[in-house]
């Protein structure tokens, strides 16, 4: 936990630092009402996004909410958001840029032990028209989503004509066949600091 000294020489460290600190003030400073907010409820969740916002000591962001059933999911998104049900999309500042955040159901639930099937699937998200595809190595938790493993793979490849790189970030609330999906798709000269900036977002998200 930062003492108020740390904190300042944090937020004086530059822009980014600075987001992700007041992603964890906010979160740490709401006082919420509801006691079953930091549960897994065994409702689906539904990626409707509810807005809210937090001021402390004179430091506004926003967040919004995503409801499991009883449970409320808190997110602090570094874009604007909208979407429903089982998809949200954020509006990334960067030219034909794709940010969103899915829930799929599978026949049979995912290893998450085995690379090679968690490659396989992260795989089926590329677009069945993309060409000349070229795929990273599968790294393991390089997010945690409120403490939840994840597995993320990159890839690059070219659909009508322009090229593009997909960050495919898989996980799941508990073992089954609910998975969840953080993906962002831009161009190359753009990716580094997209997904930087979303990655960092997801920091933010408590009660998942």
Known sequence: MLNRKQSERVIESGGFLRSILFCALGITALAWQNADA?????????????PTTYNIEGTAGNLVFFRAGSTLIKYAPPWPISGRNDCAQLAAPFPHAQVEIRRVETQKPLDFT????LVEFAKKQIPKDAEAVECGSLARNP?????KETAELVVSYSF????VRLSTLITQRAAGTELFLFQIATAPHDFKSAHRAFQASLYSITGF
């Open 38 to 50: 930091a549960t897994v409820d065994s409702g689906a969740v539904d990626l409707t996004p509810e």
């Open 114 to 117: 085995d690379d090679r099937a």
């Open 143 to 147: 997010v945690r989503i409120d403490g």
């Open 160 to 163: 009508f004509g322009r090229r």
